[in-house]
Nanobody, 117 residues
Framework: QVQLVESGGGSVQAGGSLRLYCAAS????????MAWYRQAPGKQRELVAS???????NTADSVKGRFTISRGNVRNTVLLYMNSLKPDDTAVYYC???????????WGQGTQVTVSS
């Protein structure tokens, strides 16, 4: 069982920046894909961005040009750099890992991001 631990959420004013960090307890076997999802109150969970072990990146249109995902220097870690934050970015952000049949198998507990206007 792989555990994911997220950090870096918080409150910021519109236009500000935050960095989210996620580390998997598995540090020996490379995880094929890691991603960030978010869920705002009353809305469905949505993919923010994903990155494969090979470096292929997929980013949601709503955050393109503002958010950047990258694998960390430590194996099986992933970061999300969030710039020019908007109130609409307010959500709980979840780290996900290990893509199997188009679904992520492991999930973090979530970290709150709140953007005030």
């Amino acid at each position: 069982q792989v555990q994911l631990v997220e950090s870096g959420g918080g409150s910021v004013q519109a236009g500000g920046s935050l960095r989210l960090y996620c580390a998997a307890s598995e540090r020996v076997v490379p995880i094929n894909s890691m991603a960030w999802y978010r869920q705002a109150p009353g809305k469905q969970r949505e993919l923010v961005a994903s990155v494969t072990a090979g470096g292929d990146i997929n980013t949601a249109d709503s955050v393109k040009g503002r958010f950047t995902i990258s694998r960390g220097n430590v194996r099986n870690t992933v970061l999300l750099y969030m710039n020019s934050l908007k109130p609409d970015d307010t959500a709980v952000y979840y780290c996900a890992a290990d893509l199997r049949n188009r679904r992520y198998y492991y999930w973090g507990q979530g970290t709150q991001v709140t953007v005030s206007s």
